[in-house]
């Protein structure tokens, strides 16, 4: 599975945006998802993730509200809706996959997301100012 990412940009503060993360080699169907940030000087964090079969989602308390994930499995994309974007949310921003065999939580994928997740995008960036 190959995941790409997009819909990053130049955007205002308190404005929404929507990455997506389109899969191809592959169905989603049966994956963990996740997004990911790096921000400048930082390391990369989990943001929300989620089980294959959506029961067990997970997005850090500090994102709760604004930062919402979502899937499409008949188009093999899956989504990160950002709304009220704020300057610390410029970063770049990854997607990520993995087959859901283990049973974890989300909040575990995003915990561990480097040991959990096989397969990730190229990184998307946003960039939020005024």
């Known amino acids: 599975v190959q995941l790409q990412a997009s819909g990053g940009g130049l955007v205002q503060p308190g404005t929404s945006l929507r990455l997506s993360c389109t899969a191809s080699g592959g169905t989603l169907a049966g994956y963990a998802i996740g997004w990911f940030r790096q921000a400048p000087g930082k390391q990369r964090e989990g943001l929300t993730c989620t089980t294959a079969d959506d029961l067990h989602r997970h997005t850090i308390n500090s994102l709760k509200g604004r930062f919402t994930i979502s899937s499409d499995i008949a188009k093999n994309t899956f989504y990160l809706q950002m709304n009220d974007l704020k300057l610390g949310d410029t970063a770049v921003y990854y997607c990520?996959?993995?087959?859901?065999?283990?049973?974890?939580?989300?909040?575990?994928?995003?915990?561990?997301?480097?040991?959990?997740?096989?397969?990730w995008g190229q990184g998307t960036l946003v960039t939020v100012s005024s």
């Open positions: 990520a996959a993995a087959l859901d065999v283990h049973g974890y939580s989300g909040e575990y994928y995003c915990n561990d997301g480097d040991d959990e997740f096989d397969y």
